[in-house]
């Protein structure tokens, strides 16, 4: 599948590059892909949700009724969880919420985003660049000289570029993300693909590599 490179400007360069089959006109999986966005958005849980249960509640153990007589149900003690300000029964305790997949399935279920991205018509190849100064404004001129202002981007770069990132954080709905960086779910959440001719590559031989995460 052959992409034409276009540079900031929105104008082509000349120069297209090819995109392999093997990575964006796979079979996609669309189990693959929701087992690896479950996974991502479980990672994002902090899990340190708590509440306190009978043993845990400050408070006197004295005995507040008698045992018969009162026909009423007998209680032990304030603690216990019928009453206002008594324990929960089962209540939450810190955990992982994180589970684990196999590099496979993670390695198709990005393989399947791309090619969803590649079908739709919705990857954009650009020069690699850099902005000399962080200027909001200038990362929006290229958004839309782009014809992507509109829509939810994600822009790949093969490396950390610094004023890049300075440039697009104010701005919403759009992400610039390393290759390394790139997960499924940002792929499927975003409307449009950016890719910088060097993260093509990067993309390949990372996907290409036996030990791709």
């Not at 360069?13 to 796979?26: F, H």
């Not at 304030?78 to 089962?90: A, L, Q």
């Not at 782009?146 to 939810?152: D, F, G, H, I, M």
């Amino acid at each position: 599948m052959k992409v034409n490179i276009k540079n900031i400007k929105g104008e082509d360069t000349g120069k297209s590059v090819e995109l392999l089959d093997d990575i964006y006109a796979v079979e996609p999986s669309d189990h693959a892909i929701y087992l690896d966005v479950k996974q991502y958005l479980a990672n994002q849980r902090q899990g340190t949700h708590k509440s306190k249960e009978r043993a845990e509640i400050a408070g006197s153990t004295k005995k507040i009724k008698r045992q018969k007589g009162t026909g009423t149900a007998r209680a032990g003690s304030m603690k216990s969880p019928i009453f206002r300000g008594g324990g929960r029964v089962f209540g939450p305790r810190p955990r992982d919420y994180g589970f684990k997949l196999n590099k496979k399935l993670k390695k198709l279920a990005r393989k399947s985003a791309l090619t969803y991205k590649a079908k739709d018509e919705k990857v954009t190849i650009v020069e690699s660049f850099d902005i000399d100064t962080p200027k909001t404004k200038s990362f929006l001129n290229i958004l839309s000289s782009l014809a992507v202002q509109q829509e939810k981007s994600l822009l790949v770069v093969d490396n950390v570029k610094t004023n890049v990132y300075l440039s697009s954080r104010n701005i919403a709905n759009t992400k610039v993300v390393t290759v390394e960086k790139l997960n499924t779910y940002e792929i499927m959440s975003a409307s449009h693909l950016i890719i910088s001719e060097g993260a093509v590559e990067k993309i390949e031989s990372m996907f290409n590599s036996k030990v791709t995460a």
